[in-house]
Every structure is written in structure tokens, then in C-alpha cells.
């Protein structure tokens, strides 16, 4: 299986703060990568597919970039609705793998 | 409007079984493939298992594969989990999630999840 691998597993930043996630993946998955936002007691949304394009309806100041094995996840301008964790997803690989989570907190 | 709403999830002593359903709603449910999520209490997300659009090909997580069956029907738009010989492990909330259209291999839209609670 391609393990993914999310840092940090948490952060605390403040509203209008520039936030970027990393993820790794254990080998090349060129850009078979995917981003969900989960909100506590929600099930998870799709924020990016593709590693870089935005899924319809989710703000711009969501951005994915990455190619390989190394990704990224920014947002440029954290806002209230924000605070959630964010996971990685691959499917290069046709056992599907997320990252392990990063939980975005208030600071 | 598409909707996803799982049921069936409860709690199951270790050895036992359980079935889990998901019925869908606002789209065209056979051309779509549908996949089950988990996430034991806490934790991170983990795919289970996906069948395609035909019901024609199931994949399933090495988790899982020989113990949970998935399968679908096309007259009620519903999928369906059949666990078995279940384990600790194996407590989780379940989602019912559909795969996107197309080569993107994403989860578009989610279900609200059933809890499995496996325990003696």
C-alpha cells in the first residue's frame, strides 16, 4: 500500500493567518492526489482534486500544489469556518490510502 | 440534490455480523461507483471497499478483503456492506461516499455515516 504521510498532525493559528499542510507520499503519485476538510461531528468535503484544482463551490483561498511525492495544501486567509482537519488521499494506487490528518486549531 | 444516508450500523459482539445499507438519491445511481469510508473514533479516515457502477467490480481493502462483501442494486439505488467476522478493529463510523466521474478518482459527495460498535 502507498502510505501517506501528513505534517504537521496539528497547528493553531489565528483568523487571516497563511496556513500550508504537507503531504508525503511513500512513492511517486505523480498528481493522483487529492484534499478533504472534515468539520468536527461532519462527514468529510472534497477541496481539491488533482492535487491542485478546486472543487467547485470551495473558496480560492484554498490552494493545492505537488507533484510526486511531496504536496501541499494552502490557505490564504484562515477563517472561522476553517478550523477543521484536513486529509490527503491518494489513488494512484488503486487501494485508495488518506493521510493520517492534520487537525487546524484556533490559537 | 444528491443524498447519501446510511443505516444498519449497531452494536455486534467480536465473531458476528452485521449489514450495513446506503441509499442514494439524485443521480444516476448506476453509472456511478460507490465506496464505503471508515473512521474508528478519533482516528483518520480508511477506505473499505468500492463497487463500480455495474456491480461488475468490487475492491476492498486488505483490511477487510474476505470478511466484509460489498454489493448494490440498481431498483432501490442502495449499496451494501456485509460484514462478517467482525473484530474490534472493525468499530468505526461508516460512510457511504460516491466516487467521482471521470479520471479523477475522488469522493464527492459523503453520507452522514452509521456507527459499528464491535464489543462484548
Known amino acids: 500500500d502507498i502510505q501517506m504521510t501528513q505534517s504537521p498532525s496539528s497547528l493553531s493559528a489565528s483568523v487571516g493567518d497563511r496556513v500550508t499542510i504537507t503531504c508525503r507520499a511513500s512513492?511517486?503519485?505523480?498528481?493522483?492526489l487529492n484534499w478533504y476538510q472534515q468539520r468536527p461531528g461532519k462527514a468529510p468535503k472534497l477541496l481539491i482534486y488533482?492535487?491542485?484544482s478546486l472543487q467547485s463551490g470551495v473558496p480560492t483561498r484554498f490552494s493545492g500544489s505537488g507533484s510526486g511525492t511531496d504536496f501541499t495544501l494552502t490557505i490564504s486567509g484562515l477563517q472561522p469556518e476553517d478550523f477543521a482537519t484536513y486529509y490527503c488521499?491518494?489513488?494512484?494506487?488503486?487501494?485508495?490510502?488518506f493521510g493520517g490528518g492534520t487537525k487546524a486549531e484556533i490559537k | 440534490e444528491v443524498q447519501l444516508q446510511e443505516s444498519g450500523g449497531g452494536l455486534v459482539q467480536p465473531g458476528g455480523s452485521l449489514r450495513l445499507s446506503c441509499a442514494a438519491s439524485?443521480?444516476?445511481?448506476?453509472?456511478?461507483?460507490m465506496r464505503w469510508v471508515r473512521q474508528a473514533p478519533g482516528k483518520g479516515l480508511e477506505w473499505v471497499s468500492g463497487?463500480?457502477?455495474?456491480?461488475?467490480?468490487?475492491n476492498y481493502a486488505n483490511s477487510v478483503r474476505g470478511r466484509f462483501i460489498i454489493s448494490r442494486d440498481s431498483s432501490t439505488n442502495t449499496v451494501y456492506l456485509q460484514m462478517n467476522s467482525l473484530r474490534g478493529e472493525d468499530t468505526a463510523l461508516y460512510y457511504c461516499?460516491?466516487?467521482?466521474?471521470?479520471?479523477?478518482?475522488?469522493?464527492?459527495?459523503w453520507g452522514q455515516g452509521t456507527m459499528v460498535t464491535v464489543s462484548s
Open positions: 512513492q511517486s503519485i505523480s498528481t493522483y
Open positions: 463497487i463500480s457502477g455495474s456491480g461488475g467490480t468490487r
Open positions: 488533482a492535487a491542485s
Open positions: 488521499q491518494q489513488y494512484y494506487d488503486s487501494l485508495l490510502t
Open positions: 461516499a460516491r466516487r467521482t466521474a471521470g479520471s479523477v478518482d475522488a469522493f464527492d459527495f
Open positions: 439524485g443521480f444516476r445511481f448506476s453509472s456511478y461507483e
